[in-house]
């Protein structure tokens, strides 16, 4: 099998990078996680990812100042010193500008904790029990230049019940993100979505 070498971008704990290279281990799994990169030098991700074997570097976005475009361009060369083909944002706390995105076009996925096209944005939780919402969940999406905007490439959802807090909501939906990322990258792996069939699907819904 000619697996894809996925690299994931983290900010902070990395548990769904880990739920994606746990994922990775089985022989039939189309993609391998080839590198963890973090723009801090404190996120714990880093230490798991390389307790479980995987390299893993720093572009620290401070270094830059205000000039994104020159960090963009010092993460994007990482990722290709890595010949790295896919990319999966795992709590990966900076917006990209549409040079990056560009660059990555149907080749990176993010993770959002909500259902999309819900809920965009940060405190996801909080919002949904302010709202009174019924039902919450977790979005994969292709990368697109507009935050949380992306055709949706997996998504699944869980009841809020009425006793909910934010952390008990949190858990819930945490335990679907690390259900549906590793599926969601295999679907892309495998070539079985793309950009744009995933947005002319959801023109037709």
Same mark, same amino acid.
């Given at each position: ?6 690299? +994931?971008?983290?900010? #902070? ?17 189309? %993609? +391998? ?12 991700? =880093? ?11 720093? +572009?620290?976005?401070?270094?830059? #100042? ?6 963009? !361009?010092? =993460? ?13 944002? *795992? ?26 096209? !819900?809920?965009? #944005? ?10 009174? *919402? ?20 997996? !998504? ?10 934010? %952390?008990?909501?949190?858990?819930? +939906?945490?335990? =679907? ?13 495998? #070539? ?8 002319? !699907?959801?023109?037709?819904?």
């Amino acid at each position: 099998m000619n697996r894809k070498r996925a690299a +994931v971008l983290i900010s #902070g704990r990395g548990s769904n990078m880990m739920a994606l290279i746990e994922a990775a281990k089985a022989d039939d799994y189309p %993609a +391998v996680i080839a590198l963890v990169v973090s723009n801090r030098h404190d996120a714990p991700g =880093l230490e798991r990812a390389r307790d479980a074997g995987i390299p893993a570097a720093v +572009v620290d976005h401070a270094r830059f #100042g205000e000039d994104r475009a020159a960090f963009e !361009q010092a =993460l994007d060369a990482k990722l290709r010193e890595h010949r790295i083909d896919l990319v999966c944002l *795992a709590g990966f706390m900076r917006l990209l500008t549409p040079w990056f995105v560009a660059r990555w076009s149907g080749r990176m996925l993010n993770i959002h904790p909500a259902l999309l096209p !819900q809920f965009k #944005g940060l405190h996801t939780h909080r919002r949904v029990l302010e709202a009174g *919402a019924t039902r919450h969940g977790a979005t994969v999406h292709f990368v697109v230049p507009e935050m949380d905007a992306g055709p949706i490439v997996e !998504q699944e959802s869980v009841a809020v019940r009425d006793d909910d807090t934010e %952390a008990t909501l949190s858990a819930r +939906v945490l335990e =679907l993100e690390h259900r549906i990322y590793p599926r969601a990258l295999r679907a892309l792996a495998e #070539g079985k979505v793309g950009l744009t069939a995933a947005a002319d !699907q959801a023109k037709a819904k």
